[in-house]
């Protein structure tokens, strides 16, 4: 028998309340309802989420190590290092409020979708959601502190790192996504993070969607931080086009793009294809497979697009390929 779930409601600027969220029946009850107010507002989602099997660490946060200012910054949240009771570092990840209008129902809302379609996520290269908690007011999400900060600074600081091996991981990632029916809408380097042990940590779901919800959120006016040089044409060039499978692989592709480029990728929404470079920064030339490969995830035609699982094999092929000829890997990791 399905678990009984509590529908959320939120009230929308008019002061009608809409319904965030659908029962399902144990037996013959139902349950009524929760209405959420401007008062209980968080404290009654943390308790829906936390039903859901999401651990509400807000009794866990070590008070002497709490942060004054944020670390860091995405296109709509706040991060902040923090640290539990156990020693743990860990990162808290806060929506930015834009207005007081906003904090009750609007970044609330967006909030709690992140936190929903991050819930869903168990995979190794995807970052660990391990909680959530109330911080000044707000929902926190809670992920464990990536010493080795985003893909971007860690590239900077291990130039020799194996690139194939990163590559391989991310499109495992973004396949992993995929199958469980996730769009992420928002794939660039500062939004994959790296672990002690150099593993790629894929994050931000600020942009997902999620084709099957057990909470159902109300249409509004959305809140979103495109990347323009990282989005697929259609996302820029179509109003109201939501992300898909197909964008997904075509910042994939711009992610795996080599480090210099002769034509911006911002030319790339008018059509012109960055050319291939001469030659790599570490004076290997471009495998003409990768480069294959990348202009296939650039077709202007979406549906024409290889799927992020054939980009995953391609990866682990090429992987495997440079393993066995004992050669330094290709620079095909770009920072954003």
């Known amino acids: 028998m399905g678990r009984l779930h ?21 037996g013959s009850g139902a349950q009524s309802p929760v209405i959420v107010t401007r008062n209980t507002m968080i404290d009654q989602i943390l308790g829906i989420f936390k ?38 570092s860990v990162a808290l990840k806060c929506l ?33 959601l391990i909680g959530i908690s109330q911080f000044r007011g707000q929902i926190a999400l809670i992920s464990p502190w ?23 991981q991310l499109a495992g990632a973004i396949t992993y996504l995929h199958d469980v029916g996730i769009v992420h809408g928002d794939i660039k380097g500062s939004n994959i993070l790296v672990s002690e042990d150099c593993k790629i940590k894929l994050g931000s779901f600020e942009n997902a969607q999620i084709s099957q919800n ?25 109003e109201n086009h939501r992300a898909t499978l197909h964008t997904d692989v075509y910042s994939l592709g711009m992610t795996i793009l ?10 790339m929404v008018r059509g012109v294809l960055p050319k291939r470079p001469a030659q790599l920064a570490n004076g290997e030339n471009l495998p003409d497979v990768v ?25 682990k092929t090429l992987t495997s390929a440079t393993a066995e000829n004992d050669s330094h890997v290709s620079y095909i990791f770009s920072p954003c």
């Open 51 to 88: 039903s859901r099997g999401v651990h509400d660490l807000t009794g866990e946060l070590d008070s002497s190590a709490t942060p004054a200012y944020p670390v860091a910054v995405t296109g709509l949240a706040d991060i902040y290092r923090a640290r539990l009771l156990n020693g743990s």
């Open 146 to 168: 990536m010493m080795k900060g985003s893909l971007v600074n860690f590239l900077r600081n291990e130039p020799n790192v194996s690139r194939y091996e990163l590559c391989t």
């Open 291 to 315: 480069w294959s490969l990348l202009l296939s995830c650039w077709n202007v035609d979406p549906p024409s697009r290889p799927s992020a699982s054939e980009v995953w094999e391609a990866m």
């Open 6 to 26: 509590q529908p959320i409601i939120f009230p929308n600027s008019s002061g009608d309340m809409e319904l965030e969220g659908e029962s399902t029946h144990e």
């Open 214 to 238: 057990s909470i159902q959120f109300s249409v509004s006016e959305e809140t979103s931080a495109l990347s323009i040089r990282w989005a697929a044409p259609e996302l820029i060039m179509e």
């Open 258 to 267: 080599v480090r210099q480029l002769s034509t911006p990728p911002a030319a």
């Open 96 to 128: 930015r409020v834009l207005s007081w209008g906003d904090a009750p129902d609007k970044s609330l809302k967006e909030i709690s979708r992140e936190l929903y379609t991050w819930s869903k996520c168990k995979h190794p290269n995807v970052l660990e």
